[in-house]
């Protein structure tokens, strides 16, 4: 048993988007006449998807907010997102490097709470598209994580790509936050946390291994990893 596959978090790990996401957030509940601290946001809801977030602010304040506020919350927030990354690189230094090199020794995918549209849209500006066999995103499982549906996800996506049976114990995850190593947990992978957003002594306890970015990744370590599970 050896590394067959890597996939890779997005917001968090490959893209320093979560305080973008946050200024979203925070701008969108403003215009609703709701408050959304940077404390709140990273200790509460930075685990969910969009649509997640958004229900669970509001039945935290007490809201009865429909579907269609909700979806109207996340549309407009999906707009305010795009205006804050314009123009810039949202990459963690030393990412793109990290893809490259991990697509270069096995298939590598995405799996993530994000929307389709904004993981693609940054990863056509830095050309690293190509890279990618497979990207999950918000609106492909019914489930976000901690639910392991998008890795499972990713998985069957991988699979198919290959034509060939995988193994989940063979492959890794990357992760920034507890919620998405126990997505991957439970989905069968072997775990690497970041400490992107989190401290290592937060996430310990859910990985099999903590480094401090992308650029740490040593790929004959995740290989020994899946040897010695």
């Known amino acids: 048993m050896t590394l067959k596959a890597i996939v890779f978090d997005f917001d968090g790990v490959i893209a320093n988007s979560e305080?973008?996401?946050?200024?979203?957030?925070?701008?969108?509940?403003?215009?609703?006449?709701?408050?959304?601290?940077?404390?709140?946001?990273?200790?509460r809801y930075l685990g969910f998807d969009d649509v997640?977030?958004?229900?669970?602010?509001?039945?935290?304040?007490?809201?009865?907010?429909?579907?269609?506020?909700?979806?109207?919350?996340?549309?407009?927030?999906?707009?305010?997102?795009?205006?804050?990354?314009?123009?810039?690189?949202v990459l963690f230094p030393g990412a793109a490097d990290a893809i490259r090199r991990a697509a270069a020794r096995v298939p590598i995918a995405i799996a993530s709470g994000a929307r389709g549209e904004e993981i693609r849209r940054v990863l056509t500006r830095e050309r690293l598209d190509t890279f990618f066999a497979a990207v999950v995103s918000a609106e492909d499982t019914p489930l976000s994580k901690p639910a392991p549906e998008p890795y499972l996800h990713a998985l069957a996506q991988l699979r198919a790509a290959a034509g060939s049976p995988l193994d989940a114990a063979e492959c890794v995850a990357i992760e920034d936050s507890r919620w998405g190593l126990e997505s991957a947990r439970a989905a069968g992978l072997r775990t690497i946390a970041v400490t992107n957003t989190y401290d290592a002594a937060t996430l310990t306890a859910f990985a099999?291994?903590?480094?401090?970015?992308?650029?740490?990744?040593?790929l004959d370590v995740l290989a020994a990893l899946c040897r010695n599970r």
């Open 19 to 43: 305080p973008l996401h946050y200024r979203a957030y925070a701008a969108v509940l403003a215009r609703a006449g709701v408050t959304l601290t940077e404390r709140e946001y990273y200790a």
């Open 52 to 89: 997640g977030a958004f229900g669970a602010i509001g039945r935290d304040r007490g809201l009865a907010w429909t579907e269609a506020e909700v979806r109207g919350l996340v549309e407009r927030k999906a707009v305010d997102l795009e205006a804050l990354e314009r123009d810039v690189s």
């Open 208 to 218: 099999d291994l903590v480094i401090p970015s992308l650029e740490a990744i040593d």
